[in-house]
């Protein structure tokens, strides 16, 4: 049997608690909202997680991209691939500026083919054989995740690894290991959930809403 190595936790050299620093950040930026969404993944959903608007917050951006830089040297090995890959549209800002810190290509993959010029779907240099780190905000079902993964992998590049900050825990994971990938998720929703309640964010009613669409 193949024991898996435990995954490193991620801390702030000053101490602070870097998974309370983001729910901090969540409350703040009002990244988490209650009501009736639908996810890309066609799902829906009592709650929403729009990590969109960090972006909007430097203060809060510079966190969250010190735990991105953090789980990309700690848990995945910068040597281990070398160029970084967004997820549109949501996870192309956090996997350039993390791909401008490591000083790694960055490359970005279209929704749909261009039907235009090169006609490209993934932009930026690809070469045959290399190690692609694929990095989104956030993963729910992993439909979004894998659309990047085998239009990568269709152009030569090889992926064994994705870098998240939060896994909403609703079959991602699973997903991507059928794929042969690894999933690094800095946080999940059950325990962002968590903190919100014991802290007074949230009300117990949209605590056992967000564990309830997590089996759902």
């Not at 959930?193 to 009613?205: C, K, M, N, T, W």
């Amino acid at each position: 049997m193949v024991t898996r190595p435990r995954k490193k936790k991620v801390k702030k050299p000053d101490g602070r608690d870097p998974e309370a620093e983001l729910c901090r950040i969540l409350v703040k930026t009002s990244a988490i909202r209650f009501g009736l969404f639908k996810l890309s993944s066609g799902k829906l959903s009592p709650y929403y997680i729009d990590l969109r608007m960090i972006l909007g917050d430097a203060n809060g951006l510079r966190t969250v991209m010190d735990i991105y830089e953090a789980m990309a040297k700690s848990r995945v090995g910068i040597s281990s691939f070398e160029r970084i890959a967004g997820v549109p549209t949501a996870g192309v800002p956090y996997a350039s500026i993390l791909a401008y810190r490591l000083a790694k290509p960055f490359l970005y993959v279209r929704k749909e083919l261009k039907t235009h010029g090169a006609g490209r779907r993934v932009e930026g240099q690809l070469l045959p054989g290399d190690r692609i780190l694929i990095v989104d905000d956030l993963i729910t079902t992993g439909k979004n995740t894998m659309q990047v993964v085998e239009a990568t992998r269709a152009e030569g590049g090889e992926v064994q690894n994705a870098l998240v900050l939060i896994d909403r825990q609703e079959g991602g994971e699973d997903a991507l290991r059928r794929a042969g990938l690894e999933l690094h998720a800095f946080t999940t929703v059950t325990k962002i959930a968590r903190r919100l309640r014991e802290s007074g964010v949230i009300e117990d009613d949209q605590y056992e809403a967000i564990l309830a669409q997590i089996g759902s």
